[in-house]
């Protein structure tokens, strides 16, 4: 399921834009849930919750009750999740930049307007489309994937967020991502090499605190990956059993 946390003022004008959020990605097969809010209280109350939304709207134009400070807050606790502003007021664009928005859009909008930013961000952000274990279709923004756990019959996929299980072997699930960052470290198991914090002589320790096994075969390899892959990043480190330290790049 992808959830939308909207936050607008004007009731009718948020009710018309839950609709057409969930109808354009229903059109693409994605299951999708807008929550709307007029209270930014209750809003960010929500937000601070698990799981965590998929995707933002946030109405700024003047009087809705909603400002950038509120956009401020939710990238304040670490929350990347696609943004998008809409305001009445074409400078608030440039405002934008300052809380990371990845769109903005001028009112009146429209099916068509959205549609397009809507399309704009699931290229942008990198994001593949996975069939759960229930039948729907969930977009993952590969960036979010920290580590995939291998089962008989699914797949296990980790984000930032939430954890969603899928009708995909690992192996198949590798191939879609088409990426660089992901390399299976053991039959059982897949990394992001973007969200390693330590590799160990028998396992590997990610950013949320799991220590996934790595296969003696797999180790040298690993650790030549990140190496690559690391070469010119800056700020955090990975302490590999060797001794040395390997930057670590940041995500985006």
Same mark, same amino acid.
């Given at each position: ?9 004007? #009731? ?10 969930? *109808? ?14 007029? *209270? ?6 929500? @937000?601070? %919750? ?16 909603? &400002?950038?400070? +509120? ?9 990347? #999740?696609?943004?998008?502003?809409? %305001?009445?007021?074409? #400078? ?12 903005? /859009? ?5 099916? &068509?307007? /959205?549609?397009?930013? /809507?399309?704009?961000? +699931? ?12 039948? $729907? ?6 960036? $979010? ?16 967020? &939430? @954890? ?5 072997? /690992? #192996? ?15 039959? $059982?198991?897949?990394? *992001? ?8 002589? %028998? ?16 180790? %040298? ?5 990140? *190496? ?11 302490? $590999? ?12």
């Amino acid at each position: 399921m992808y959830r939308i946390a909207i936050c607008c003022g004007a #009731s009718r004008e948020g009710h018309e834009i839950c609709a057409l959020s969930e *109808n354009i990605l229903d059109a693409r097969g994605i299951e999708a849930k807008a929550d709307l809010f007029s *209270n930014p209280g209750l809003f960010m109350s929500a @937000v601070c %919750s698990e799981p965590r939304y998929d995707l933002y709207l946030l109405d700024i134009s003047p009087g809705r009750g909603t &400002d950038l400070d +509120l956009a401020g807050r939710i990238r304040a606790i670490g929350d990347t #999740s696609p943004m998008i502003l809409i %305001s009445s007021d074409a #400078s608030d664009a440039i405002a934008g930049y300052k809380v990371r928005a990845d769109d903005y /859009l001028l009112k009146p909008v429209t099916q &068509d307007v /959205l549609d397009e930013a /809507l399309t704009r961000l +699931l290229k942008i952000r990198k994001t593949v489309l996975f069939r759960t274990r229930e039948g $729907s279709l969930r977009p993952i923004e590969t960036g $979010s994937i920290i580590w995939a756990e291998a089962f008989v019959h699914h797949t296990e996929i980790h984000t930032e967020k &939430d @954890v969603c299980t899928i009708r995909a072997l /690992l #192996s198949e699930v590798i191939a879609a991502l088409h990426d660089g960052r992901f390399l299976r470290c053991h039959r $059982s198991y897949m990394i *992001n090499l973007d969200h390693v914090t330590d590799l160990g002589k %028998s396992a590997i320790t990610m950013a949320d605190g799991r220590k996934i096994p790595i296969s003696r075969g797999t180790i %040298s390899e690993v650790a030549k990956a990140m *190496n690559v892959r690391f070469r010119t990043g800056q700020d955090k480190t990975v302490h $590999s059993p060797q001794g040395q330290f390997i930057p670590n790049a940041p995500m985006r």
